[in-house]
């Protein structure tokens, strides 16, 4: 049963069109995904959907009590410097009629109820603004950039913390433009660009959307753009694009042999296609994967997913 | 409902909060106690009969009146829009209203907070100066509280204006200290009212901090505060208040 239904939502600032035409809806105990680019619609979206904003047009259908039942985690909020965790945790808890045990989450998330908001880290900051998201026991929780800014492990500790939240059976709706934060947690999840959802799929449907496509890496002096022109070759992109050719492998693109990195995306006889052009003799350092997440989302927006607006 | 219980939880902390912040406790209870205290009881002029205060001693009303004054004028102009605008340029405000509990409740436990802490360094500047200096107790206990009432009013309304006006917690901070400054000196805090120009104690007369330490000082001496200075703090707590209402917003 949908706990979330969201028809035609539009909504405008003034002359900017913030969210063109968002439509989808989110079953009882899943964690649902938004993606997309900065500037995409996303936070607009999810802002109306908690009732922060009023929506232009459309929508907007929420079976449980807005304020009661449904915690909201917002990006760039914070609480007064002096306030002590275990302070902010019990006084939320006391706005609502039904509240969580609050012990039980500051054990959790791990903190010191002592420590003041102002001597906090940010990943432990952002440990705070979930478990306060959750302090009134909601039936749906809404969090939005959840991770953004936080070191690898502050991230897998909070991704960590949203799957033990899961298993209570909490609707969760998780705003995001990491896929590794996807793929590792979210059941089904809206691509939306520009204002409008491209595509509502699992993450797996996603990839298989994107062709079941391969990619391969590699590095060469020649140029490439030849590559373009080969019926199985749906894109080319080269580190010289800005683009970081592959997860891991983030600066190390330009070396002193001036080489370039290479990706190509595409199906069937990706490999042989692209070696009668390019000899393998010409390439090094090359290998073949499977679509990944981080793909299928370029192939649907024509972007990559955590470059920022221009 | 257990809204009451929940906007009393709400006090309870942010009172908790307020007394964390040393420069807030310092400059609304100690500096106006502490200042009453030590130049009252160094200052040998201070508890001379003054004919210009009608035979009074300054230590008597006038020094205790400006006393309140400062705790009154720091509290609502500098203290409350600060805190008001910080709240609400980190999403706070916002944050509260995604809860249950309005974030009206959370500018309400502010005021009734900023108000308690007036009413406490009033009392601690009156008791203790009837201690030390043998200030008398106001004859007139209910004319003063009704001074106090009124000129507190008409402050946090403008304190509250303060919040709504201001778009950040830098320039809350500026705008409060280019009000509170000509305002303390209006007020007669450097140059009592009795020793200033004429034509700066009519101008005096109009201002909120005028009218509002002239009633103190009347009251405290056990006269009737004049009909003009009450007029005059009843005049800016409408015109203020309405603004601030108007004009103040939630994120």
Not at chain 1, 124 to 131: E, F, H, K, Y
Not at chain 2, 189 to 205: A, F, N, T
């Amino acid at each position: 049963m949908a706990i979330i239904t969201v028809d035609n939502l539009h909504k405008t600032y003034g002359t900017r069109v913030a969210v063109e035409d968002v439509s989808f809806s989110v079953e009882e105990g899943e964690i649902f995904g938004v993606v997309g680019r900065n500037g995409a619609g996303k936070t607009t979206t999810v802002e109306c959907v908690a009732g922060l904003r009023t929506p232009t047009s459309g929508t907007i259908r929420v079976e449980a009590d807005l304020k009661q039942q449904v915690g909201v985690q917002l990006q760039d909020c914070s609480l007064p410097d002096k306030i002590r965790v275990g302070e902010a945790l019990s006084l939320y808890a006391s706005f609502y009629s039904r509240p969580a045990d609050w012990r039980a989450l500051l054990e959790e998330t791990g903190l010191d109820p002592r420590t003041a908001f102002a001597k906090l880290s940010g990943g432990q900051r952002q440990r705070l603004s979930i478990a306060l998201a959750l302090v009134g026991n909601p039936k749906i929780a809404i969090l939005d950039e959840l991770t953004t800014g936080l070191d690898p492990q502050a991230r897998r500790d909070t991704w960590e913390l949203i799957e033990r939240i899961r298993d209570r059976g909490v609707t969760m709706i998780l705003v995001t433009h990491f896929m590794e934060e996807v793929e590792r947690l979210c059941d089904r999840v809206a691509v939306i660009s520009a204002g409008r959802v491209l595509a509502v799929d699992t993450p797996e449907g996603l990839i298989a959307r994107a062709g079941g496509e391969q990619r391969l890496t590699f590095r060469t002096r020649e140029p490439v753009d030849g590559l373009r022109a080969l019926p199985d070759v749906s894109s080319v992109t080269t580190s010289t694009d800005g683009i970081p050719a592959q997860p891991g492998r983030r600066g190390r693109a330009a070396t002193a042999d001036d080489a370039v990195e290479v990706v190509v995306i595409g199906t069937g006889g990706l490999l042989p296609a692209v070696m009668s052009v390019l000899p393998a003799s010409l390439m090094s350092d090359l290998h073949v994967e499977r679509t990944t997440l981080d793909d299928a989302f370029l192939a649907l927006t024509g972007e990559p997913a955590d470059q920022p607006a221009a | 409902m257990a809204t009451i219980p929940r906007t009393a939880r709400l006090v309870a902390v942010e009172t908790k909060l307020f007394l964390r912040e040393p420069a807030a406790v310092f400059f609304t209870i100690m500096l106006p106690v502490g200042l009453l205290l030590a130049l009252g009881l160094s200052i040998p002029d201070f508890r001379k009969p003054d004919p210009l205060l009608g035979g009074q001693r300054p230590v008597d009303a006038q020094f205790p009146a400006l006393m309140v004054l400062l705790s009154v004028m720091m509290l609502a102009l500098s203290l409350l829009p600060t805190t008001l605008v910080t709240y609400r340029e980190r999403g706070m405000l916002r944050r509260m209203s995604t809860t249950p509990v309005r974030p009206s409740s959370l500018l309400a436990a502010q005021l009734v907070i900023h108000v308690g802490v007036a009413v406490a360094a009033t009392t601690l500047t009156l008791g203790l100066g009837h201690l030390a200096l043998d200030m008398p107790a106001p004859p007139a206990f209910w004319m003063f509280a009704g001074v106090f009432v009124l000129g507190s009013t008409t402050l946090f309304a403008i304190g509250l204006c303060l919040a709504a006006v201001t778009p950040n917690s830098r320039v809350v901070q500026g705008a409060g200290a280019a009000v509170l400054f000509p305002l303390l000196f209006l007020g007669g805090m450097w140059l009592p009212r009795q020793v200033m120009p004429e034509v700066l104690r009519r101008i005096s007369d109009f201002t909120p901090s005028g009218a509002f330490g002239q009633g103190l000082t009347d009251a405290l001496a056990g006269q009737a505060p004049q009909p003009l200075h009450l007029a005059v703090l009843a005049g800016w707590a409408v015109v203020a208040g309405l603004m601030a209402a108007r004009l103040f917003r939630w994120q």
